[in-house]
């Protein structure tokens, strides 16, 4: 990967999109680095969990790159939109939870990759925003519908037909993120978070981001015989075994095994 650096700390995976003279901006190749992300988390088992962030202190991804977008033909912009879609929907979708640590600028397709995680946690430098709209575009790596369905859709019209940004404080007022911490903080705040959740049953903490994506796009009575399901499948796994025996027996549970 050109524009990714990629690291890992125990079951923890953490990815820096690095394309510092454009403020770490998707194109093409940023976008293929991301695919590459993807398929290298989907091929280790060990890794429970992923951080995505921005490299630098200034920006997570401060957007779709402008210079690469702005001759597109009709065609070509589809095609572009559905670059993106196709690995954003990757991220979205990937098994394990990914947490977005927003570094910085997260404006147009940064604002929509952000989205495209588990949780957002901010910095409290980060601005996010759909500039779309002041550009000539629509926004196009998802922005239309994840965040109506993040923030409701009174709120999401508001900010893409006015491409006002907004500040970390704001982001969190209106659920955007889920916590802001100072600049310095925001690395070790992701990490903690990431370790408490690699700490949990990785089966039932899978199982658990399939019930919510998935279940969120069915009518209620199919998605609680998804969850039954989901709920039933823990029975056949080791931890839940190690899990509920712990407890029983009054002891702490030994490390959860991923089986
Ligand atoms: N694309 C390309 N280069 C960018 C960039 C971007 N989005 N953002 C920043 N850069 C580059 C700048 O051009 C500059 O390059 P040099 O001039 O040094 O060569 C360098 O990064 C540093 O930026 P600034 O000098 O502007 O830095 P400032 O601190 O003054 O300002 C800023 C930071 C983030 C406020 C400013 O750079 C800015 O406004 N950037 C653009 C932010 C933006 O509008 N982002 C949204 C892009 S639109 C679709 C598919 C996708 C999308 C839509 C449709 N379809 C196919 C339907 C997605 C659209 C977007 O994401």
Not at 4 to 23: M, Q, S, T, V
Not at 112 to 122: F, G, V
Request: aromatic share 6%; net charge negative.
């Amino acid at each position: 990967m050109t524009h990714i650096l990629f690291e890992k700390k125990g079951n923890i995976a953490i990815a820096l999109i690095d394309r510092p003279k454009a403020l770490n901006a998707l194109n093409s190749e940023v976008l293929n680095d991301l695919n590459t992300l993807v398929d290298t988390v989907n091929a280790d088992p060990e890794i429970r969990v992923l951080i995505l962030t921005g490299s630098g202190e200034k920006s997570f991804v401060a957007g779709a790159d402008i210079g690469e977008m702005s001759n597109l033909t009709k065609e070509e912009g589809e095609a572009f939109g559905k670059k993106g879609n196709d690995v954003f929907r990757r991220i979205e979708t990937l098994p394990i939870p990914v947490i977005a640590a927003v570094n910085g600028y997260a404006l147009g397709g940064g604002c929509e990759l952000a989205m495209s995680c588990d949780i957002r946690i901010a910095s409290d430098t980060a601005v996010f925003g759909q500039p779309e709209t002041g550009l000539g575009i629509t926004p196009g790596f998802g922005g239309t519908q994840r965040l109506a369905r993040l923030i409701g859709p009174g709120m999401a019209k508001q900010l893409i037909y006015s491409a006002r940004n907004i500040k970390a404080d704001e982001a969190l007022r209106i659920g955007l993120v889920n916590a802001v911490y100072p600049l310095e903080e925001l690395r070790p705040a992701a990490e903690k978070l990431a370790e408490t959740i690699a700490k949990n049953a990785p089966i039932a903490v899978r199982a658990c981001k399939q019930a919510i994506n998935e279940g969120l796009e069915k009518p209620m009575d199919e998605a609680i015989v998804l969850e039954e399901k989901l709920f039933g499948s823990c029975f056949e796994t080791a931890d839940q075994k190690e899990g509920m025996g712990a407890f029983l027996e009054k002891r702490r549970h030994e490390p959860y095994q991923n089986r």
